[in-house]
């Protein structure tokens, strides 16, 4: 009983984000400002979308994002296309949890909302991962265009442009570039949001203790 009273409180926080969502219908126009070392360029969502399609770089942003991400631009489009298997409730249990609150507001370190950022970064992200959930599967792309609202890298004094990215083992711009954050943020949300009774394990996942968890990608 306590079970299915814990599925359907959670499924009711998720249908509640969903309705919510509903309002803001349109993506952002501009997922990523990039706001650092001096710069402001702002990268469309139709250039990341023709870069998700084909792998062609069609904006100067985009291109140095990749060219500082640490990974060639093939290895970005692999990872920010490749999709997650996810049970939405068990997502919206995470994300509403205390927990999931800690980890959205370690992801949007230095990576949130270009208007009253921080403030909104936790609701603004949460629903963009809840609504790429929503079918059962995300990915980097699909969180990435579900964005409510636009979104800015700063490097501002408040920010160091840097991002924790959710993997150990890795060293320089992959372990603090938005796009090395991006590639392997829908398997972390996926390793902390397995609802025990629903999945086996056959090989041990990181569950999420207010330190970043690691899956493998």
């Not at 909104?120 to 949460?126: C, G, P, Q, S, Y």
């Amino acid at each position: 009983p306590s079970s299915v009273f814990t599925r359907l409180a959670a499924g009711v926080l998720a249908a509640a984000s969903l309705t919510t969502l509903a309002v803001a219908a349109e993506a952002a126009e501009r997922p990523v400002r990039w706001k650092t070392g001096g710069a402001v360029w702002s990268t469309k969502s139709s250039a990341f979308k023709t870069f998700f399609a084909d792998g062609e770089i069609t904006d100067r942003g985009l291109q140095g994002g990749i060219n500082n991400s640490g990974w060639t631009a093939e290895e970005i489009q692999e990872g920010m296309t490749r999709s997650y298997e996810v049970d939405l409730v068990g997502v919206s249990r995470f994300l509403y949890s205390s927990d999931g609150v800690a980890f959205l507001q370690e992801q949007t370190k230095s990576y949130y909302p270009y208007w009253r950022k921080q403030e909104t970064a936790v609701v603004a992200l949460r629903s963009a991962i809840i609504l790429d959930a929503a079918d059962g599967q995300i990915s980097s792309a699909g969180i990435l265009n579900g964005l409510p609202v636009d979104f800015a890298l700063a490097d501002n004094g408040a920010s160091d442009g840097s991002q924790n990215v959710c993997k150990d083992g890795l060293d320089g711009a992959q372990a603090t570039s938005l796009m090395s954050w991006y590639v392997f943020l829908p398997a972390c949300v996926q390793a902390n949001s397995q609802l025990p009774e629903l999945y086996v394990r056959t090989t041990p996942t990181a569950v999420y203790d207010r330190s970043p968890s690691r899956p493998l990608w």
